[in-house]
């Protein structure tokens, strides 16, 4: 299949009324969201969505999130709202969330895979806006990247996965959060966040006064309760540690020193402040990840995807504290990194979980301190 890449510059309502016209006649379509690119195909024709699952070499047990233009698109979709969807919907809609509520009938259960909720979001985005209100349905659309790669973040990267595969991608630009939506499940007495993102736990809190974390985040042999967040996700190619604690900066510098004294061609994604540290004229591949928490969120998925092209041996990741987009970054990077996570404190650096290679091992210590 020839896949249509559609540069929005010119001629940008002429590209969406075609992508449009695919997905009603049952093709799949790339396009941005403010979140990530999305894989969309029209959300209410069960065929259509199989071709989703097709492209992206997803299991059938993880349900899609339905697209929607207007808030008013919701009713159609649901068997009915709580009160405490509504006013999430209100404070946050059009955003980067995701609301978890009970599916109507006429959505086929490839969407939802069996499950009696289905998740639905209004993405902010324009292109996003009017592709859904051209295309006249809901648009299905997980993102837009091979099952377990990093999520693309550009219409470039969504083509190194989906060239060939899809009818076409609408190119919109770099996505702005760079990061998935927060998923909030509604059908319980309290929200509960089921996957971090764009809207953080902080600023729920403040709207609804009260918030939870899907134990399945968090605690080990917890199932999550998106069916999505079991998987290995985000991972690039090359093994990955991430470096945590209060010392994570000074801990990741150290790391990539000894790895480069050891030969290994050494890939780094950290923040500003650690690059501006790293010694000059090494071997290192530096992703400079910026000096906000929301900048690095922005190129996170992209700086992941680039050390496949790269040819390093090692990435060292530079974990964040865990509040507002802290939490959704570092829920992205320990699974990119496959949980190898390094523990920097006190001078030292404390083998915390996973593999760590070889010729590091003389650094890092066995057992974390009582703390
Ligand atoms: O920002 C986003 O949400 C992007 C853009 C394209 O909108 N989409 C996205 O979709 O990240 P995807 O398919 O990559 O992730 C959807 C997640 C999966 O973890 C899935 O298991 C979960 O949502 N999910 C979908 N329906 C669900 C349901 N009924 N109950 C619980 N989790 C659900
Ligand atoms: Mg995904």
Redesign the pocket.
């Known amino acids: 299949m020839q896949t249509k890449l559609w540069k929005l510059e010119t001629k940008r309502d002429q590209a969406i009324a075609e992508a449009a016209a695919l997905i009603r006649k049952g093709e799949v379509v790339a396009f941005p ?1 403010e ?4 894989l969309g195909a029209n959300g209410l024709d069960g065929m259509a969505c199989r071709k989703i699952f097709a492209a992206k070499g997803r299991p059938a047990d ?4 339905l ?1 929607i233009a207007e808030k008013e698109d919701m009713e159609a979709l649901t068997k009915g709202l709580s009160p405490m969807a509504q006013a999430l919907m209100e404070a946050f809609w059009p955003g ?1 969330m ?1 609301l ?1 509520v009970p599916k109507s009938d006429k959505i086929p259960d490839v969407v ?1 895979a069996g ?1 009696d ?3 639905v ?1 209004f ?1 902010s985005h324009p292109v996003a806006r009017d592709l859904i209100r051209a295309a006249g349905c809901p648009i299905a ?3 837009a990247n091979k099952s377990g790669k990093p ?1 693309p973040t550009t219409a470039q990267d969504v083509l190194l996965d989906m060239d060939g595969i899809i009818a076409g991608v609408l190119d919109g630009g770099a996505c702005d959060i760079g990061v ?2 927060t ?1 909030i499940d509604t059908t319980g007495k309290d929200p509960v966040i ?2 971090p ?1 764009g809207i953080t736990r902080e600023m729920i809190k403040m709207a609804m006064g009260r918030v939870a974390l899907d134990p399945g985040l968090v605690k080990k042999g917890e199932t999550p ?5 079991k998987y290995r996700h985000y991972a690039p190619t090359a093994p990955m540690l991430l470096v945590e604690g209060p010392e994570a900066s000074l801990g990741l510098i150290r790391l990539a020193i000894m790895a480069e004294a050891h030969g290994l061609r050494t890939g780094v994604i950290a923040l500003k402040a650690t690059v501006d540290h790293f010694p000059k004229g090494g071997n290192f591949v530096i992703h400079n990840g910026g000096a906000t928490l929301e900048a690095y969120a922005g190129t996170l998925f992209h700086d992941l995807r680039a050390f496949d092209s790269e040819g390093v041996d090692l990435i060292l990741g530079e974990g964040v504290r865990e509040d507002q987009m802290g939490l959704a970054i570092m829920n992205r990077l320990r699974k990119s990194a496959g949980h190898n996570i390094i523990w920097a404190e006190g001078g030292l650096l404390y083998h915390r979980s996973g593999a760590v290679p070889e010729c590091l091992r003389t650094l890092v210590m066995e057992g974390m301190p009582e703390r």
């Open positions: 969201t979140t990530v690119y999305g993880n349900p899609l999130i697209h980067p995701t978890i939802t499950l909720t289905v998740a979001r993405p659309a997980p993102s999520s998935e939506s998923i089921l996957r993102g309760k998106a069916p999505g967040m």
